[in-house]
């Protein structure tokens, strides 16, 4: 298992190092994930879809899709229960 955080902001990141994002709503800081490499393979082309899309000016509800494909591979991962609700609440 790989352990990673997620860094959700204006824009959702996966970093290998825990560090405060200073926050103007409910949000939480950085998501504990831990899971196969696998997963986070996927999880990086996701990212590079979504980055893609912003470079490109796509609609923000098409970002917003993506980013919501990616909540729902990454939510089973997060070990925290609370963290794990969040992520959950926040899939489209």
């Known amino acids: 298992m790989i352990k990673k955080y997620l860094i959700i902001g204006k ?4 970093s290998s190092t825990r560090f405060e994002v200073i926050r103007d709503d409910d949000s939480p ?3 504990e994930v ?9 999880a990086q082309e996701i990212l590079k879809e979504a980055d893609l899309q ?3 000016g796509e609609g ?3 970002v917003d899709d993506t980013y ?8 089973p991962h997060c070990t925290s229960e609370k963290d794990r609700m969040w992520v959950y609440q ?3």
């Not at 919501?68 to 939510?75: D, G, N, P, R, V």
């Open 60 to 62: 923000q509800q098409t």
């Open 29 to 31: 800081g950085p998501i």
């Open 54 to 56: 912003i470079s490109s």
């Open 11 to 14: 824009q959702v990141t996966l």
């Open 34 to 42: 831990k899971a196969p490499i696998e997963v986070f393979w996927k």
């Open 90 to 92: 926040q899939i489209q």
């Open 68 to 75: 919501s494909k990616l909540l729902k591979l990454l939510a």
